[in-house]
Nanobody
């Protein structure tokens, strides 16, 4: 599966952005999906994950209550709605896919990665 992330940009603290990740392939609907991010000088970290059906989600504590992951299997797309953004959310955001449909925070279980989209939160 190939992944294409988009929707990043510059936003002021407290603002919102919605990231999208378009996937190729007929097997998308069976894949578990995740969003990760990497800030300058830091390791890539888990942000959110969603099961194949969209019925189960999980979030990093740092974004819980502010970010929402969702998916539209008819459009082969997964989304990350980011609200109440903070400067510490600044990072390159990556979407990732895993062939098994359940959720996981474990980065090593994701086999396919998009190219990343930059989110900058600054006034």
């Amino acid at each position: 599966v190939q992944l294409q992330a988009s929707g990043g940009g510059l936003v002021q603290p407290g603002g919102s952005l919605r990231l999208s990740c378009a996937a190729s392939g007929r097997t998308f609907r069976s894949y578990g999906m995740g969003w990760f991010r990497q800030a300058p000088g830091k390791e890539r970290e888990f942000v959110a994950t969603i099961s194949w059906s969209g019925g189960t989600t999980d979030y990093a504590n740092s974004v819980k209550g502010r970010f929402t992951i969702s998916r539209d299997n008819a459009k082969n797309t997964v989304y990350l709605q980011m609200n109440r953004l903070k400067p510490e959310d600044t990072a390159v955001y990556y979407c990732a896919a895993k062939p098994t449909g359940w959720i996981t925070q474990a980065i090593q279980q994701y086999d396919f990665w998009g190219q990343g989209t930059l989110v900058t939160v600054s006034s």
